[in-house]
């Protein structure tokens, strides 16, 4: 993991996280927390921990975590704002993805809709694990004909990270009506993609996670290690949520997950050369 060049002005937590909540990736520190599970931490992208990470939040009566800040400095240019403490006043933060979002959303207004994509697109690379950026990505494309990039970018939107952002109804609808280019036919998620209908929790029985088992289980046969990690990581998310005894007639114990997704990450990284 690359770790940033300020990263002793801030105090860590002892290790990174695993899953569920907060997500694989996120290492908490302690400035400008303000206790009850609500705290900032450093985050990295699956797929990106040889990049330098960015800040995000714990919202913790939401059960979930939401970028805040592009870097380390950006957040201490924060913190330094407001005397060291969580405070109102902000800071310009040209890198962070809601930034990229909220400049093509103003493209939109003015009809422009190549230069939109041009900042949905960059939203996407500055943050990748966001559904609404692939969404509106994904629904650009869509308006100018572009069919291939469309169904890429609502893939992602769907296999996002769902302890940041869960996918919306739009998002769902699209996967389902689409019809499948010849590229991406095969695609696990989109070969399922009416089977599944994303709906959690107060069933007896849920079928969704046998689909997504079985999506995130081709995905690391094809060799597609990030999204089916991210895939792996919101099916045990949403587990997580269910009652103890849908838990235990799934088979599902939050330890032993841990457990084996801790070393699928481990080896992943080590086969990068990212530790």
């Known amino acids: 993991m690359k770790l940033p060049k300020r990263i002793k002005e801030v105090s860590i937590d002892t290790e990174i996280q695993v899953g569920v909540y907060p997500p694989n990736g996120f290492l908490q520190f302690y400035e400008a927390g303000l206790g009850n599970g609500d705290y900032f931490g450093l985050y990295w992208e699956f797929g990106k921990e040889n990049e330098e990470p960015i800040v995000c939040e714990m919202i913790h009566d939401e059960g979930i975590i939401k970028p805040s800040f592009s870097s380390l400095d950006k957040f201490l240019e924060w913190y330094t704002l407001n005397d060291f403490d969580y405070g109102d006043e902000e800071i310009e933060d040209e890198k962070l993805v809601y930034n990229y979002l909220e400049k093509g959303n103003q493209c939109l207004q003015q009809n422009n809709v190549e230069k939109a994509i041009e900042f949905y697109k960059a939203s996407t690379e500055s943050f990748g694990e ?91 046969e094809l060799g597609d290690h990030n999204r089916a990690l991210l895939l792996e990581q919101n099916y045990a998310l949403m587990m997580y949520w269910e009652t103890s005894s849908f838990q235990e007639r799934n088979n599902f114990d939050i330890k032993e997950w841990r457990n084996q997704f801790n070393q699928k990450t481990a080896s992943r990284l080590k086969l990068n050369g990212a530790e």
């Open 130 to 220: 966001l559904s609404e950026n692939w969404f509106k990505l994904a629904s650009q494309y869509k308006r100018i004909g572009n069919e291939l990039d469309f169904q890429k970018s609502i893939i992602n939107a769907v296999i996002s990270n769902w302890a940041i952002d869960f996918p919306s109804q739009n998002a769902v609808r699209m996967l389902k009506n689409l019809t499948p280019v010849a590229e991406l036919k095969n695609h696990p998620l989109l070969k399922n993609r009416e089977k599944i209908n994303f709906n959690f929790g107060g069933q007896k029985e849920n079928k969704n996670y046998q689909i997504i088992k079985a999506i995130y289980t081709e995905l690391y």
